[in-house]
């Protein structure tokens, strides 16, 4: 069997998808950062060129760890939730499977009252 077909292909292609979307999203949060740099630097027409390369690129480092920051806590609470909708997802399922397992073993019992007694209730 060929590997990128079945499951594992699919799950590696979503993997792929992923970074791909992660890298695009990373590359336009630089681009607005360097917007916003050079938007800061315009504000401020006496700084000399070497200067305002200086503040452009301190602003897009301070702008680069802080978008970094915040990804990674809204990745860690994006884990913690689906950790947390996956295990109440489980519970449910659990619950459903129990459910139509007890009422088939009722359905069971009820046709097996039924034949012993040769009727179904309330029939005389």
Known sequence: MNDESGAGGDVRMAE???EIEGF???EAERER????????????????TAQR???????CREQHETSRSYLER?????????AEYEAAYRTLRRRMVVALLSI?????????VFSLTGSAPGVP
């Open 24 to 26: 695009l999203l990373w």
């Open 16 to 18: 792929a998808i992923n």
């Open 53 to 59: 390369e200086d503040v452009a690129a301190h602003y």
């Open 104 to 112: 088939g073993v009722l359905e069971v019992l009820a046709l097996a």
């Open 74 to 82: 809204v990745a860690a609470r994006s884990a913690t939730l689906r």
């Open 33 to 48: 950062a360097r917007t916003r740099a050079a938007e800061f630097c315009a504000r401020l027409p006496w700084l000399t």
